[in-house]
């Protein structure tokens, strides 16, 4: 599979952006970038983060975004999905065109009993 596949396998939403299934983020991700949204304290919590994601918290992502190439493709991901739907809709509006939100994000992602990293808090403009 390809770095487009994630993207060909989402959903399309009406925000602009794409919902992904977690299995298919860990199945196949190649070299998108993943920004966690939640607070550093939710980071290494019991949920863990998603592995090499960066910690962009949902305040800073038009900030951080700015320095960002809006043509490669990002997935964000926060606890249960609606913080990453809001940074999904926001990086759509600033002209990403490859924006995927992980559908029901972490609690999703555990649930699936998929691979996550606690530790090394990886924080900033990713």
Same mark, same amino acid.
């Given at each position: ?17 794409? &919902?992904?299934?977690?299995? #298919?983020?860990?199945? +196949?991700?190649?070299?998108? %970038? ?6 550093? +304290? ?6 863990? +983060? ?13 900030? @951080?975004?700015? +320095? ?9 991901? #926060?606890?249960?999905?609606?913080? @990453? ?5 926001? $990086? ?11 559908? !029901?994000?972490? $609690?999703?992602? %555990? &649930?699936? !009993? $998929?691979?996550?990293?606690? !530790?090394? $808090?990886?924080? !900033?403009?990713?």
């Amino acid at each position: 599979m390809t770095q487009s596949d994630i993207w060909a396998l989402s959903d399309f939403n009406a925000a602009g952006y794409r &919902d992904v299934e977690p299995g #298919c983020v860990a199945l +196949h991700r190649k070299q998108e %970038k993943v920004i966690d949204v939640r607070e550093p +304290h939710e980071f290494d919590d019991a949920l863990g +983060h998603v592995p090499q994601a960066q910690l962009v918290p949902l305040r800073e992502v038009g900030m @951080s975004a700015s +320095h960002w190439d809006p043509e490669e493709p990002v997935v964000v991901v #926060c606890r249960s999905g609606g913080r @990453s739907a809001r940074a999904a809709s926001l $990086l759509a509006g600033m002209g990403f065109t490859r924006v995927m939100n992980v559908r !029901g994000g972490m $609690l999703a992602w %555990k &649930d699936r !009993g $998929l691979p996550v990293e606690r !530790g090394g $808090l990886n924080v !900033g403009a990713a």
